[in-house]
C-alpha cells in the first residue's frame, strides 16, 4: 500500500489540527504511516509531505533522523534485545547469539517465512528486568534463552496475538478530536497489563500514548 487510507488520512488531518503549525504534526504522522504499510514507502512519505506542504526530501530528512522508523518491508514481528549496559551484564549478548541460532537471521535480518525481523537494540529502558527484549515495542523483561524460546513459540502460534499487535502500532486506545464529533473512542482491544501470569514479565506500552493525540 502507498498512500495513507482514507481513515488514516482523515487521523492525519486530526492530528494536524492539535498543533499550531501543520509540519509540528509529522512524526505523529509517520507513526500512523508506519502502522499502516509496516514501514515508511516513498510514496507513503509523499503523501506526507503533501499534507504537511513539505517536500518528501524534509519529510524523508526527519524520519531518517529516528530509528524507530523502517524504509524496508520487516517481519511480522519485530524482535529487539536490549545490549546497552544493564542488559549486557545479565547476558544479553549471550541472548542475542542464542536468537540468532534460533531464528537463522543476524540483527537487521528478516526470516524466510517474513515472521520475525531480529534487532540489537541501545536502552530500551527496562533495566530493572534485565535483559529485555520487545516485540513490536511491547515489552518482554528477564528473559533468557528459555524464555525467549517460549516467546517465540508463542508468537508463531498466536497465542499472543491479544498481547502483540501488528508492527508499528504504538497503542490500541484512540481519541477522537471534538471536531470529528466524539470526545473520545476506544477500541476493543485490551492493553497487556503488567504482571501476567505468563512465565516472564510482560509490560504495557501505556507510554506511546501522546502520541496520535491518544491516551
Request: aromatic content about 6%.
Amino acid at each position: 500500500m502507498a498512500r495513507l487510507t482514507p481513515d488514516n488520512e482523515q487521523r492525519a488531518r486530526e492530528l494536524i489540527s492539535l498543533y499550531p503549525y501543520a509540519r509540528s504534526a509529522l512524526i505523529p504522522i509517520l507513526h500512523v504511516l508506519q502502522e499502516q504499510d509496516g514501514h515508511l514507502s516513498e510514496d507513503g512519505m509523499g503523501h506526507v509531505a503533501e499534507l504537511l506542504d513539505l517536500s518528501t526530501a524534509e519529510v524523508r530528512g526527519t524520519a531518517t533522523f529516528y530509528d524507530m522508523f523502517h524504509f524496508e518491508p520487516v517481519g511480522k514481528y519485530l524482535v529487539a534485545i536490549c545490549t546497552n549496559i544493564a542488559c549486557m551484564l545479565q547476558g544479553a549478548y549471550r541472548l542475542v547469539e542464542h536468537a540468532e541460532g534460533r531464528l537463522g537471521v543476524a540483527p537487521g535480518g528478516t526470516t524466510e517465512d517474513g515472521m520475525f525481523t531480529l534487532e540489537d537494540a541501545e536502552c530500551l529502558a527496562l533495566c530493572g528486568n534485565a535483559p529485555c527484549v520487545t516485540v513490536n515495542w511491547r515489552f518482554f523483561g528477564d528473559v533468557d534463552p528459555e524464555s525467549f524460546d517460549q516467546l517465540i513459540e508463542d508468537l508463531r502460534a498466536g497465542r499472543l496475538d491479544d498481547e502483540i499487535p501488528l508492527h508499528g502500532t504504538l497503542s490500541r486506545v484512540r481519541r477522537v478530536t471534538a471536531g470529528a464529533g466524539n470526545t473520545a473512542a476506544r477500541e476493543a482491544q485490551p492493553n497487556v497489563e503488567l504482571g501476567t501470569s505468563r512465565t516472564m514479565p510482560a509490560v504495557a506500552s501505556l507510554n506511546a500514548g501522546h502520541l496520535d493525540g491518544q491516551q
